[in-house]
C-alpha cells in the first residue's frame, strides 16, 4: 500500500508541473478602458479610469461585497434596469449598413458580461494566505451572481425603451441630445443630426409641417382622406411614444385591393422616418404563436413590430394582439422554456400589410386602416411618380421630415392640445388627444374616421349572430326561452333510416338553410353525424356575446328549464324578450367580411 501511496503522490507532482498556472489572483493585463459600451448612448455616468477604480476586498462579508458590486456599477454608462433583470442597449449587425450596425436592442445582461463590466468598475481583491498580500482577482461566483439575481437595484437607472429619433416628452419639450432620459426612462440611441425643433411653433407652422409630410406619401391612390393622414399619424405615435408614458396607442394597418399598390412601401417609409431604417417583419399567425413573438418583442424593447401579408385567412386578431393593443404600457408574457411570467413595459407600435384584411371581432376598435385602390390590372408597373426612389427619399430627407413631425405635436401641445373636433375614444383617450388631435387641428382630416366600422355585416361572426336573433323568432316566438339542444332538434330533424351504402340524406328544402349555415360557422361540429353544429360551443358563443346589441336585438340567458340552460332574444335597452311578428327576416345569407365600405 505504501508503494500505491508513493505512485500517487508522484503522478500528482507531475500533473501539477505540467497544468498551466492559473491567473486567479494575478494583476488583470493593462488594456484600454471602454467608456462607452457597445451601443451605449453618448451621454450618462462614467467609469473611473482604471487606475482609480475603487478597491473592493472579497471577503465573507457578500452582502457587502455584492453593495460594493451594485455601486460601482453605477458608474458604468450601458447598465440599466428592466423588471427584475439587468439589461443593456446593444447593436445587432447589419451587413449592407456603412458602420455594419443595424438597430439597438435591449437584452438582458449576460453572466459573463455582468463579470466583465465587475471589472471595468472595480479593482477586485483577493487575499493570498501564503504570501499574506492582498492581489487582484476578478470577481467571485457568488458576487456576480449576487448582483445578477438581487432583483432591485436602486442605484442603477430604469430604462422603458430605445427610441432613434428625437422625441417629444408629455410636457412638449423635445429631446434631441443622445443618452439616457430622466423624464421618460427612454433612451435616445441617434448617430444623425436633426435641424432644430422651433421653440414657439405656430399653428401656421404645424400646417406646413403636416403638408411637407402629406407631400411625401402624394404618389399613393388612398381611399380617402382619412387613410391619407393613417401614415402621418404612424409617425407621429412613435415620435410621441415617451410621452404618452404607456398609454394605448391603435394597430397601423396598410391595406390595398390587389398586390403592388404600394402598401408595404408605405409601411417601410414610415419606419425610415422613425427609427432610419426598414424594419424586419414577421408572419401574422394563428393567436398562439403571436404570443411568443409578441414575448420576444417586449424583452427585447421593440419599438415597432410590424407583420406581413396579413391574409383574409387569417383574420386580424385575437386575444393576444388585443392585449398588447390595450396594456396600458405593461405587458406580462409567458417566456418559452421558462416557468416565469415577468412584467414589461409595451412601448412597441403594431404594423401590417396584407391585402384586403379581415378585421376580426373587438380587434376592429383598436385598428386604423390605410386603405388604398388601384384600378389597375398590374399597378407595380405605373410610372410617372414624384418620388420613383422613395425609400431614398426619404432617407434623404429624414431630419426635416422628423423635425417636421415633432413642430406639428409641439405646436399642438403649446396651445393647450384643443380637441379640434376629435371625439373621445375609448381606450385610447390619452392618443386622441395627443395625436390624432394634432393632425386635426393642423388642418387634417380625422384619422379616428380610418378606424373599421363595426357593422355586423363586415364580421363573420356578428352576420352569423344575427341571423339567428333575426330567426329565433320561428323557434321561441314567445320569447320564453329555447335549449340550444332542441334547437339542433328543431333544425336538424330525424331522417328515416338508410342503408349504410346509401349517401347521407340532406334536410329538406325548409328556408332554414341560412339558419343552419349560420350554426355551423359559429360552432361547427367535428363527424357526420345529423346534427352539424356543437350545441356547446354554440353555448359558449352565445356567452362570449351576452348582451350585445345587434340591430336592436340581443342574447340573454332564459329560465333553467329541465335542468338545462334556455336563451332567449330581449331588446338589450330593456332587457323584455322580444316578440316577433314572423315578418321578412332581412338576414337571408351570411355576406362576406369586409372593412370598410
Known amino acids: 500500500s505504501s508503494d500505491i501511496r508513493e505512485a500517487f503522490r508522484k503522478a500528482q507532482e507531475k500533473a501539477s508541473k505540467q497544468r498551466p498556472p492559473s491567473n486567479e489572483g494575478a494583476p488583470m493585463p493593462e488594456h484600454e478602458h471602454d467608456q462607452e459600451g457597445e ?21 465573507a462579508d457578500l452582502p457587502g461585497n455584492i453593495d460594493d458590486a451594485v455601486k460601482a456599477l453605477a458608474s458604468y454608462p450601458n447598465i440599466y434596469t428592466r423588471a427584475l433583470s439587468l439589461a443593456q442597449i446593444v447593436d445587432t449587425a447589419d451587413p449592407e449598413a456603412t458602420d455594419k450596425k443595424g438597430g439597438p436592442v435591449l437584452r438582458t445582461l449576460p453572466r459573463p458580461t455582468l463579470r466583465e463590466m465587475l471589472v471595468k468598475v472595480a479593482s477586485w481583491m483577493r487575499f493570498e494566505p501564503r504570501s499574506k498580500k492582498w492581489k487582484e482577482a476578478i470577481p467571485s461566483d457568488a458576487i456576480v451572481q449576487g448582483v445578477e439575481s438581487r432583483g432591485y437595484w436602486p442605484e442603477l437607472r430604469p430604462i422603458v425603451g430605445i427610441v432613434q429619433t428625437p422625441f417629444l416628452r408629455r410636457d412638449g419639450s423635445a ?168 412584467t414589461l413595459p409595451w412601448r412597441a407600435i403594431v404594423m401590417g400589410t396584407g391585402n384586403n384584411i379581415v378585421v376580426r371581432g373587438d380587434t376592429r376598435r383598436r385598428v386604423l386602416l390605410c386603405t388604398q385602390r388601384s384600378e389597375l390590372e398590374n399597378p407595380e408597373s405605373r410610372e410617372n411618380f414624384k418620388y420613383p426612389h422613395l425609400r431614398h427619399e426619404a432617407r434623404t430627407r429624414r431630419g426635416e421630415l422628423v423635425t417636421a413631425a415633432l413642430t406639428i405635436l409641439r405646436a399642438h401641445a403649446l396651445a393647450g392640445r384643443p380637441a379640434a373636433g376629435v371625439t373621445r375614444l375609448g381606450s385610447f383617450e390619452e392618443w386622441g388627444a395627443m395625436v390624432a388631435s ?81 350554426l355551423e360557422l359559429l360552432a361547427p361540429q367535428r363527424g357526420s353525424g345529423r346534427v352539424r353544429f356543437d350545441v356547446r360551443k354554440l353555448g359558449m358563443v352565445f356567452r362570449a356575446h351576452r348582451g350585445r ?46 372593412n370598410r365600405e
Request: glycine share 10%; net charge negative; charged share 20%.
Open 549 to 594: 346589441n345587434l340591430g336592436g336585438r340581443a342574447f340573454e340567458e332564459g329560465p333553467i328549464h329541465h335542468g338545462a340552460k334556455t336563451w332567449r332574444v330581449v331588446d338589450p335597452r330593456t332587457g323584455l324578450g322580444v316578440r316577433h311578428d314572423g315578418g321578412p327576416v332581412s338576414y337571408t345569407h351570411l355576406t362576406l367580411p369586409t
Open 175 to 342: 429631446r434631441t441630445e443622445p443618452g439616457y432620459d430622466e423624464a421618460t426612462g427612454f433612451a435616445l440611441v441617434c448617430r444623425e443630426n436633426f435641424p432644430p425643433i422651433p421653440e414657439a411653433p405656430t399653428r401656421e407652422d404645424a400646417r406646413h409641417a403636416l403638408a411637407s409630410i402629406l407631400d411625401l406619401f402624394c404618389d399613393f391612390p388612398f381611399i380617402d382622406e382619412a387613410a391619407r393622414h393613417v401614415p402621418v399619424a404612424a409617425l407621429l405615435t412613435m415620435l410621441a411614444m415617451p410621452a404618452l408614458g404607456g398609454a394605448n396607442t391603435p394597430a397601423f394597418l396598410f391595406e390595398a385591393n390587389t398586390p403592388g399598390t404600394g402598401k408595404g412601401l408605405t409601411l417601410d417609409t414610415v419606419c425610415i422616418l422613425a427609427t432610419g431604417r426598414e424594419v424586419p417583419k414577421s408572419p401574422w399567425a394563428h393567436d398562439e404563436e403571436m404570443a411568443k413573438v409578441l414575448g420576444a418583442a417586449a424583452l427585447e424593447g421593440a419599438s415597432v413590430l410590424a407583420f406581413d401579408n396579413i391574409s383574409p385567412e387569417i383574420p386580424f386578431g385575437g386575444s393576444a394582439i388585443e392585449l398588447v393593443l390595450t396594456c396600458s404600457g405593461q405587458y406580462k408574457p409567458r417566456i418559452l422554456g421558462r416557468s416565469e411570467a415577468p
Open 39 to 59: 451601443g451605449a448612448p453618448a451621454s450618462g455616468p462614467r467609469p473611473a479610469p482604471r487606475d482609480e477604480r475603487p478597491e473592493v476586498r472579497m471577503s
Open 438 to 518: 394634432a393632425i386635426t387641428w393642423a388642418g387634417g382630416a380625422n384619422v379616428t374616421d380610418a378606424m373599421p366600422r363595426n357593422n355586423t355585416s363586415d364580421d363573420p361572426v356578428l352576420s352569423a349572430l344575427g341571423v339567428l336573433l333575426e330567426a329565433w323568432h320561428l323557434f321561441d316566438p314567445v320569447s320564453a326561452g329555447l335549449r340550444l339542444g332542441a334547437l339542433a332538434d328543431k333544425i336538424y330533424p330525424s331522417l328515416p333510416p338508410r342503408r349504410y351504402d346509401e349517401p347521407p340524406q340532406e334536410p329538406s328544402d325548409d328556408g332554414l338553410g341560412h339558419v343552419r349555415e349560420a
